[in-house]
């Protein structure tokens, strides 16, 4: 950034990790995009008693959901960024499941669709 006297300056920026991760699957035209990381799959109402692990939803209803700017937020908007593109299937889920997610036996799948559905477990 230029200041006043045209001298450069530096600024404090952040790049968010799974959105620049979206945003190269999509510029890669990649049928899927996994994000792992250390939660299983993507909660409701994490932590909670009532909490539900969310197996396979569609983007239209995930977005649909509020999640903590600090939890899962930023990887459910980069799944549903990536879907919105015109990815096939988006994953998210725990490192030691990544073969897991693909097949939908583990972590959560975030597919393309607007039928409202949530499979549960």
């Known amino acids: 950034m230029r200041g006043k006297d045209g001298a450069f300056s530096g ?12 945003l190269l699957a999509r510029e890669l035209n990649a049928e899927a995009f996994l994000m792992l990381t250390d939660v299983d799959a993507v909660w409701q109402e994490w932590k909670k008693p009532s909490g539900r692990r969310i197996r396979r939803i569609s983007s239209c209803a ?15 908007a980069a799944a549903c960024d990536f879907i919105k593109a ?36």
């Open 62 to 76: 995930l977005r649909q959901m509020e999640f903590e700017a600090g939890t899962m937020a930023p990887k459910v």
């Open 86 to 121: 015109g990815g096939d299937i988006a994953g998210i889920g725990g490192l030691e499941d990544a073969q897991a997610i693909l097949s939908g036996t583990a972590g959560t799948l975030v597919l393309p669709g607007k039928v409202e559905t949530v499979y549960w477990n």
């Open 11 to 22: 600024i404090e920026a952040v790049i968010d990790k799974d959105a620049a991760s979206a």
